[in-house]
């Protein structure tokens, strides 16, 4: 996979994508604030896309996803060992995350790649029929 890093040149791309796989997607216009800020970093090719926020020695994921006609083929995996990998080189002490409760394609990617529970967030999503849903939160160390 030829992994390229993301900048505002890439924000219709990423929104387009980002459509695909979100009930409530990104607009293009979300990208550009986004990638105005020097803590936003990201990485993405035609089928799938992650951006974080890096703050100090943290970074969080913002968001991950692979297109749909793409999913299953390790794309996403391949995204987090980047990502591992960079958070490795740049003394970062650990990476977390939030994931819908019922979002189980999500939460076994990160189990898989070794990320653990810290905690809940009752109600925290409010989804499109207006029902809410917990967050989980999860957290690797990588620097220990
Ligand atoms: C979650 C998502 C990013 C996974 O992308 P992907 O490229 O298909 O994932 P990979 O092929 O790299 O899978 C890696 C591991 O994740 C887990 N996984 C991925 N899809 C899964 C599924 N449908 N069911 C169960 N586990 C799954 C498996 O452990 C898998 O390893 P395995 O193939 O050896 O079993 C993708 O389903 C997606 O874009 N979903 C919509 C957006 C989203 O929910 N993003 C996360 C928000 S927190």
């Not at 020097?38 to 992650?50: A, F, I, P, R, V």
């Not at 951006?51 to 006609?69: A, K, Y």
């Amino acid at each position: 996979m030829s992994l390229c890093e993301m900048s505002n040149l890439h924000a219709k791309a990423a929104a387009t994508l980002h459509q695909t796989a979100f009930e409530k997607s990104w607009s293009e216009q979300e990208f550009l604030n986004l990638f105005s800020l020097n803590t936003t970093k990201g990485w993405m090719d035609e089928s799938s896309l992650l951006v974080i926020s890096l703050v100090l020695d943290e970074i969080e994921i913002l968001t991950i996803l692979t297109h749909p006609n793409f999913r299953g083929q390790g794309k996403a995996k391949a995204l987090l060992e980047h990502l591992i990998s960079y958070a490795k080189e740049n003394n970062v002490r650990q990476i977390f995350l939030e994931v819908n409760i019922e979002n189980q394609p999500a939460i076994s990617l990160y189990e898989k790649m070794g990320f653990t529970k810290t905690g809940v967030r009752k109600n925290y999503y409010k989804m499109k029929d207006g029902l809410f849903k917990d967050a989980l939160l999860y957290r690797l160390l990588t620097h220990i």
